[in-house]
């Protein structure tokens, strides 16, 4: 569990999150999540998990690159992680990050609008964010 910054403040802190979206057919609009990306400025966390249905990205359009959507979703999770060979964002700090990750945009993989809620474990926030609104 991420240490609280303060042990007297309160147990539940703000995060934020965006649901990452794959949208293979950007000229229909049709896509489906992928992954979100959690940011806790208070627990000083920054976390993102990606889970590619490929049989739904088939079923939407069956000419798409696989390979290319899972590796872009991949580095998703390595620069809200920090590493430094996903590239310069990786090397920013943590609300930077987190901003770039989910900053509106008209590609395959986009980010849907930021949500806000409480929590006294981001990681553990993440995790069911993902099984909720991700995995079927």
């Known amino acids: 569990m991420p240490?609280?910054?303060?042990p007297a403040a309160p147990k539940l802190q703000p995060f934020e999150y965006?649901?990452?979206?794959?949208?293979?057919?950007?000229e229909r609009g049709e896509g489906f999540n992928a992954g979100i990306v959690l940011l806790s400025r208070a627990w000083r966390y920054l976390g993102a998990r990606t889970h590619l249905d490929e049989a739904v990205l088939v079923a939407?359009?069956?000419?798409?690159?696989?390979?290319?959507?899972?590796?872009?979703?991949?580095?998703i999770e390595r620069i809200a992680a920090g590493d430094a060979d996903a590239g310069p964002i990786a090397l920013m700090t943590p609300p930077?990050?987190?901003h770039w990750l989910v900053?509106?945009?008209?590609?395959i993989i986009a980010a849907g609008p930021v949500h806000t809620g409480?929590?006294?474990?981001?990681?553990?926030?993440l995790e069911h964010l993902v099984r909720?609104?991700?995995?079927?």
């Open 3 to 6: 240490v609280s910054p303060d």
């Open 103 to 107: 900053s509106p945009s008209s590609t």
């Open 60 to 75: 939407i359009s069956p000419d798409c690159d696989v390979e290319a959507i899972r590796d872009h979703l991949a580095t």
């Open 118 to 125: 409480l929590t006294a474990d981001p990681a553990a926030t």
């Open 18 to 26: 965006a649901i990452v979206r794959v949208i293979p057919r950007v």
């Open 132 to 136: 909720t609104l991700v995995l079927r």
């Open 96 to 98: 930077e990050r987190f």
